[in-house]
């Protein structure tokens, strides 16, 4: 019994660090996303985020999108994305300040974006909600470290 024990929590831990390179975020119709900062692991090449709205509204009404600008970057890309649209995800097309960003989704849907990491160590990072208005309260900091 002590061995099936120790069989079961050493797969339980190994699951839990199958892969440090994705995470899972999830965002609300309270306008909220359940995490405010993202730590890269440096050893990480490409890094994939999962979106998922656990809310129950429409992505016409209260939509979410996982962006990420540097900093820097962040607020004039989240005013211009209004311009751009839902058809096209609240992301200016082609815009370069862009890092990477998934598709608009609405309640009970799930996305996710990979990306590469070589480019982003040491740069400050900024993640947000591109959908109209979002974006003053659904963001975050993402490190490569």
Known sequence: MKKLLIAVFGLFSFSALANPCQITVEA?????????????????????????????????????????????????????AAKAGLANNYVPPGDKRVIAFTKIIGGGDTTSVTFPTADLKGKDLTYFCSFPGHWAIMKGSLKVE
């Not at 656990?54 to 600008?69: E, I, K, Q």
Request: proline share 6%; hydrophobic share 45%.
């Open 28 to 80: 609300t119709d309270a306008m909220q996303f359940n995490t405010k900062a993202i730590t890269v692991p440096a050893s990480c090449e490409n890094f994939t985020v999962e979106l998922k709205h656990v809310g129950s509204l429409p992505a016409n009404a209260m939509g979410h999108n996982w962006v990420l600008a540097e900093t820097a970057n962040f607020q004039p890309v989240a005013l211009d």
